[in-house]
């Protein structure tokens, strides 16, 4: 228990009489002031937080009511007995009112402020106890050791479920579910023997047909049973995952009760409220509707279940399974289409170099923008022509291919990220054409000096006007072996005999110096930026309807497959649409943010606001970014 007060004998308690807190704040306030001219830590934080106008005027009221209340005893008041009214009548009675106790009336009148205590008045005086009946009298003496439980049943479901012993033909309760009726009565637990339901006994009845009984009962119901002896003492503590698979109840014949299941979707925040039971757990969704929790099945069952599923599924072999050792067979599937690729050499030549000059035309405000180079995203069409784009990125990276499979919860904690640390990544992901790179070049534009692209790296020669560092870090095919065997890639491609690739270094060097880094990546990627290190807050680009896209893109041009741009035709839209869709379906899990790139200026707007709330909003990220691995 906290002691009444504490006071330190060595300090002069601060009289409340002698300074009012305003004065006590101005000189908390200068006080703080010093400390930010010494630049001491948190310093300026707490003096900008002291000197917020809020805080200012709630003291103020604070004031004005200590001043209203001293003085002669008053009666008791109470909000019961509508305290702003006689608050009111009272600084109505006053002679010459300070400009004080006139805000105070003001403040007191406001019609809102009379609205809610008169809420407030009209809740407390009302009695919300149900209506019991009164305790059967012929209760045979060897019964003490039961229970009589009254609830009142309204439109909400019990929250309980029952179990029928098949050997002894008891009736059990199995589970009691958190926050639902049951529950908050306090009165009924898990292992109790429920003996009489309404004054039916209900041994040896099936389960359904007490809940029959149940449906058929009306306003207080009243259940006997005998309390089990030894209730399991809850001590788990709180857990918060992240749905990484879709779950239906009412398709699950393992429920042990589907109504009482809870279905949830990829990508949802469940708060775990119950894990006493190692197959099925209790969770609520986030951010919570009800009180009352639901059904979801455990790590460990969920993971069997997939298996079960996965075995089911024809084989795949896993042919395109990438490393450095099979980058021949990705040239001879570049080699497949060489007849349009040798067409179209001239084309590419002309058109890289306009590529290059259209990157210089973007320098903005002196400093370059890295990283729109068109080679890598060439890279990635090439390779999702040839492997069908889900195929590939899914069974490029075999651990990301089963990590849902292995963890169907990933264990989430509210982060807020800490002004001294470096900035999160910001990773753009959409289908090819749907407008990624528009959005984010026009997002470095809007501010360069905050945010800036990645410096990619190539093992293609430099040109003439070229800079190490700045379009590319140039580097040997040794070097960029090197890397990819220390998985220093994020991504990484071959174009034409050359590799690109984005690299952890790259954008770390981005965020070192203070700024935003803002990346495009491939699904395949996600793995690569949801690290400690780079804690991306990834952004969908989706794309809106075909007819919208008709709309919005009729002056816009699409870059083919050779370099060469041209209008959109509406079999893009369509290819957009449905690669947009196929990447939402298998990747929305890993998704902090959708945007729907309709209209352009309020894509852009929306991204502008996600970026700035990834870093100054708290936000559920993976709990092993946080916690040391130790601890995991
Ligand atoms: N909302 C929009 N309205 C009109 N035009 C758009 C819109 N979004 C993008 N565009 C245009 O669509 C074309 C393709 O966009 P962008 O180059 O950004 O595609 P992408 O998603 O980066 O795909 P890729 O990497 O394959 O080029 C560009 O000409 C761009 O200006």
């Not at 455990?298 to 050792?325: D, F, G, I, M």
């Not at 998704?591 to 309709?598: Q, R």
Request: aromatic content about 8%; charged content about 25%.
């Amino acid at each position: 228990m906290r002691p009444d007060v504490e006071t330190d004998p060595g300090s002069a308690p601060l009289e409340m009489g002698d300074k009012d807190l305003t004065q006590i704040l101005a000189h908390v306030i200068a006080e703080v002031r010093g400390s930010v001219n010494k630049d001491i830590n948190g310093a300026e934080l707490l003096y900008s937080l002291l000197n917020a106008p809020w805080l200012h005027s709630l003291l103020k009221v604070y004031e004005c009511l200590q001043r209203h209340l001293k003085g002669p005893a008053r009666p008791y008041l109470s909000y019961s007995s509508g305290l702003s009214l006689q608050i009111l009548s009272d600084l109505l009675a006053v002679q010459n009112p300070s400009n004080e106790a006139r805000e105070l009336y003001a403040l007191l009148s406001h019609p809102h402020l009379q609205a809610l205590l008169s809420a407030h008045d009209t809740v407390s005086l009302r009695d919300y106890e149900p209506d019991l009946p009164p305790l059967p009298k012929d209760l045979p003496e060897d019964e003490e050791a039961m229970r009589i439980v009254c609830l009142v049943k309204n439109n909400q479901t019990l929250g309980a479920t029952i179990r029928r012993d098949d050997v002894t033909g008891e009736i059990y309760i199995a589970r009691v579910i958190h926050g639902g009726l049951a529950d908050r009565s306090g009165l009924l637990h898990a292992g109790d023997r429920l003996v009489e339901v309404n004054g039916h006994p209900v041994f040896g009845l099936e389960p359904e047909q007490i809940i029959q009984i149940l449906a058929r009962s009306h306003g207080t119901i009243m259940f006997k049973v005998v309390p089990i002896t030894d209730r399991p003492v809850n001590n788990q503590t709180m857990l918060y995952v992240r749905a990484m698979v879709d779950y239906n109840p009412h398709v699950d014949p393992s429920i042990p009760c589907a109504d009482a299941g809870m279905a949830f979707r990829k990508g949802d925040i469940l708060e775990i409220v119950d894990q006493s039971d190692t197959l099925w757990w209790q969770a609520v969704k986030l951010p919570s509707i009800s009180a009352c929790a639901g059904l979801i099945p455990s790590t460990s069952l969920l993971n069997r279940k997939q298996k079960e599923l996965w075995w089911a599924q024809p084989y795949h072999p896993h042919t395109c399974v990438k490393t450095l050792s099979t980058v021949d067979e990705e040239d001879d599937m570049i080699a497949i289409d060489e007849k349009c690729v040798e067409a179209d050499e001239e084309a590419f030549e002309s058109e890289e170099l306009k590529d290059e000059e259209s990157e210089f035309s973007t320098n903005v405000e002196g400093i370059y923008l890295t990283g729109f180079r068109r080679s890598l995203r060439l890279c990635r069409r090439w390779r999702g022509q040839a492997f069908g784009t889900s195929q590939f990125c899914t069974l490029r990276c075999p651990t990301s291919c089963y990590s849902s499979l292995a963890n169907p919860y990933e264990e989430v904690v509210r982060y807020q990220h800490h002004p001294e640390h470096p900035h999160r990544l910001i990773a753009l992901l959409g289908p090819s054409g749907v407008g990624v790179n528009e959005l984010r070049r026009r997002l470095i534009e809007i501010n360069p000096k905050v945010y800036q692209g990645a410096v990619p790296y190539t093992t293609r020669p430099p040109k003439c006007h070229e800079e190490s560092g700045r379009e590319y870090h140039f580097i040997s095919r040794e070097q960029f072996d090197t890397m990819v065997c220390n998985h220093r890639f994020i991504e990484f491609g071959e174009l034409r005999g050359h590799l690109y690739g984005t690299s952890v270094d790259a954008v770390k060097d981005v965020l070192a110096s203070g700024k935003i880094c803002v990346i495009d990546i491939e699904p395949y990627a996600l793995e690569s930026v949801r690290t400690a290190e780079l804690r991306a807050y990834v952004i969908f680009i989706k794309p809106p309807t075909v007819e919208q896209m008709k709309r919005t893109r009729m002056n816009s041009h699409i870059i083919t497959n050779y370099y060469s741009s041209r209008p959109f035709k509406d079999e893009d839209f369509q290819e957009i649409e449905d690669a947009g869709r196929n990447m939402e379906q298998h990747y929305c899990q890993f998704f902090d943010h959708v945007i729907v790139n309709d209209g352009l200026q309020s894509a852009c707007v929306q991204l502008l606001t996600a970026v700035r709330r990834a870093q100054d909003e708290p936000q559920w990220v993976p709990a092993a970014w946080i916690r040391p691995a130790d601890q995991s």
